[in-house]
């Protein structure tokens, strides 16, 4: 695959983050945290890092397409989402764009697309069609569906990842306890599919042989905990946030509570 | 976002980290290192490589879980150590016990090890020690009642 295409855009995306970042310091001298930056350009290396054939003989292996699959489906969105890019995307806008891209998030169609029950159908759903139909072994000499492949799940990853935590608003996201079952409900149909490619060797006609599913499918397995790991931390460090900072309105003296008569 | 029931338990977090650190064990050390269990045996059913998704997950987040809800009984100033250590053992020697008894013996999703004559001997030994924790864990709960009275 050729590396050229995916680096030149993920570049650019991080490149419009950065001229972002600067123009609120330089420019509006407002505050912005520079982990996000940081985030950012992590999640970008690691794709970048992913997209990049390292050695040319272990390119072709099925092990090597999972690595990239979970770095580019699940690893690397969740740190493009911890940036909080839709955030300074508004903070950039002029009022009236702002307003226009706000009332956008909250129309109906997005709100159903930002649900995580759709990002969790849009990311396994991908993975069903992508290894238990002949599109996997076709992607293996077409290029574009390649880019294609990718391109889906770093869109459905980032999409699970921003409708399950992190500091961007989100128009439909659930309750936390729905959220939780929610993860618990993604990462143990990951598990159990990583153990059925594992016996029934997924995907099928492939050139890939036995012992290269296998590794793979651990990968996948172990891969797939570290990532969601990650979006489960996101969520808890929000929980607590989140009770912390009512904790502190509800220890106001009661003539200064907000909202008291 | 709802309140997590946990909070107002001082044992809770205790047992959510004796879970995961049980299940973070038994992968380590007995899947990991000694290669007794392994990935998948080509024996388990369906359901029991369902069950086993499911609870691998409920590992995980516990982990997650317990450090998290630590954390904010600990702001509170809520937050005991004998209560925990009460929890963490009663935690670990409970996922132990249901781990021998429920996973190797009913759903039979896995042995202890293979290659073996006799899996008697093991099955013992992994339940005893289970038994010896949940112990341990109640004699450290029996010193967090006498120190907090109800």
Redesign the interface.
């Known amino acids: 695959m050729n590396p050229f295409l995916p680096t030149t855009l993920i570049l650019s995306l991080a490149l419009i983050y950065s001229a972002g970042v600067l123009r609120q310091i330089l420019w509006k001298k407002r505050i912005w945290n520079l982990w996000r930056l940081a985030s950012f350009w992590f999640g970008t290396a690691l794709i970048i890092f992913a997209v990049t054939p390292l050695h040319q003989n272990d390119h072709h292996t099925f092990y090597h397409h999972m690595q990239q699959h979970l770095l580019i489906g699940m690893v690397a969105p969740t740190f493009l989402v911890m940036a909080a890019p839709i955030s300074l995307l508004l903070r950039n806008l002029p009022r009236r764009g702002a307003k226009a891209c706000v009332q956008f998030l909250h129309s109906r169609i997005i709100r159903l697309w930002c649900h995580p029950i759709t990002a969790l159908v849009l990311n396994f759903g991908g993975m069903l069609v992508l290894y238990l139909t002949p599109l996997y072994r076709s992607s293996l000499h077409q290029p574009w569906s390649h880019h294609f492949i990718h391109l889906h799940f770093l869109l459905a990853g980032y999409l699970f990842a921003w409708s399950m935590a992190g500091p961007d608003p989100a128009p439909s996201r659930p309750g936390f306890r729905d959220r939780l079952s929610i993860l618990l409900l993604a990462m143990a149909i990951h598990g159990i599919s990583s153990k059925l490619m594992y016996i029934h060797l997924f995907p099928y006609a492939t050139p890939h042989s036995q012992a290269d599913i296998q590794a793979a499918a651990q990968l996948m397995y172990y891969g797939g905990d570290l990532a969601e790991l990650l979006i489960a931390i996101l969520l808890f460090a929000a929980w607590r946030k989140h009770i912390g900072q009512r904790a502190e309105a509800s220890s106001y003296p009661a003539s200064l509570a907000p909202g008291d008569p | 976002?709802?309140?997590?029931p946990l909070?107002n338990c001082p044992t809770g977090p205790g047992i959510l980290f004796g879970i995961g650190c049980m299940a973070a064990v038994d992968e380590i050390i007995f899947h990991q290192l000694l290669g007794w269990h392994h990935?998948?045996d080509?024996a388990t059913p369906t359901f029991g490589?369902?069950s086993?998704?499911?609870l691998?997950?409920?590992e995980?987040?516990a982990l997650?879980?317990g450090?998290?809800i630590f954390?904010?009984q600990r702001?509170?100033g809520a937050a005991d150590i004998i209560a925990i250590w009460a929890g963490f053992f009663m935690g670990a020697g409970g996922f132990q016990l249901f781990d021998g008894t429920i996973n190797h013996k009913i759903l039979k999703l896995h042995q202890i090890r293979y290659g073996v004559n006799n899996i008697l001997p093991y099955d013992f030994a992994w339940n005893v020690a289970a038994i010896l924790l949940l112990i341990i864990g109640v004699i450290f709960f029996a010193r967090y009642r006498l120190m907090h009275p109800k």
């Open positions: 976002m709802e309140k997590f909070v990935f998948y080509l490589l369902l086993d998704g499911l691998h997950a409920v995980l987040l997650i879980a450090f998290f954390l904010e702001r509170r």
